[in-house]
């Protein structure tokens, strides 16, 4: 559909939005797809539209945080294939499912990803006493419980995306021992690898309305560069902080469009 002069400039600055706090905590899908809706799209069409523009945005981001990405491959590869797997059968689903199956779970799942983000740092000295009362040693990559959890959430992520970026922070804050900034680097990465896959599927076998994919793609490019100058700038408490707010209105606008 024709896009006015208006329409079109909402629909770059929203990718620009969502550029930047997709790199920063994620739930860019917050600022594109209520735009999208509003220019009056349909809601497939402009989830599928969406997905496709922010992959540029996701990649500018890894681009920008390659430093706190050094030395975690073996990571990459391994949450990657997770991944893979899960953003491919969330796009699948999208398709196959009204989008009424997952509103009123999705909610819950934003809030219990929010405790953890909040509780992380305590969670994790408690964890922490528990294994060395045991004698054990946390595993290097969060072992069984972190690759599950990270499958699932791509699995929403390849369904809707929004706040699939706070639940990948809370899963990986809590059993990865390691910087919440070089977390967050792995979050775009994966990002990065939902959105892509469900792309290409999406590709194949949807609506595409491609003039709305090259504003977000273009905003979402310049954001996902200012994004990561702003994150990587951010103290461990403030970062935790951004989340909650994103996440908490993630789960206001979810239920407000419910």
Request: proline share 3%.
């Amino acid at each position: 559909m024709a896009l006015s002069i208006w329409e079109a400039l909402a629909v770059f600055a929203a990718g620009i939005g969502a550029g930047t706090i997709n790199v920063v905590v994620g739930s860019g899908t917050l600022f594109t797809f209520p735009v999208l809706l509003a220019t009056g799209l349909p809601p497939v069409t402009a989830n599928v539209s969406n997905t496709l523009g922010l992959v540029t945005g996701n990649i500018s981001g890894v681009v920008g945080y390659r430093r706190e990405l050094r030395g975690q491959r073996d990571r990459i590869i391994r949450f990657g294939i997770a991944a893979l797997v899960g953003g491919l059968a969330g796009a699948a689903l999208l398709l196959a499912l009204p989008s009424k199956a997952f509103d009123a779970i999705v909610p819950a799942l934003i809030a219990l990803a929010l405790v953890l983000v909040v509780l992380q740092p305590r969670l994790a000295r408690a964890l922490a006493r528990r294994r060395e009362r045991n004698g054990t040693r946390a595993h290097a990559d969060g072992g069984v419980a972190l690759l599950l959890g990270l499958l699932l959430a791509s699995v929403y992520g390849g369904y809707f995306g929004a706040a699939q970026g706070v639940m990948y922070l809370s899963l990986m804050g809590l059993l990865l021992d390691d910087e919440l900034q070089r977390v967050n680097g792995l979050k775009n990465v994966l990002a990065v690898i939902v959105n892509g896959v469900a792309a290409l599927f999406f590709l194949f076998v949807a609506d595409i309305d491609w003039t709305a994919v090259l504003l977000i793609a273009a905003g979402a490019t310049l954001g996902g560069q200012l994004g990561a100058r702003v994150a990587r700038r951010l103290r461990p408490q403030v970062l935790r902080g951004v989340i909650v707010v994103v996440g908490v209105v993630a789960i206001a606008q979810m239920l407000l469009r419910a």
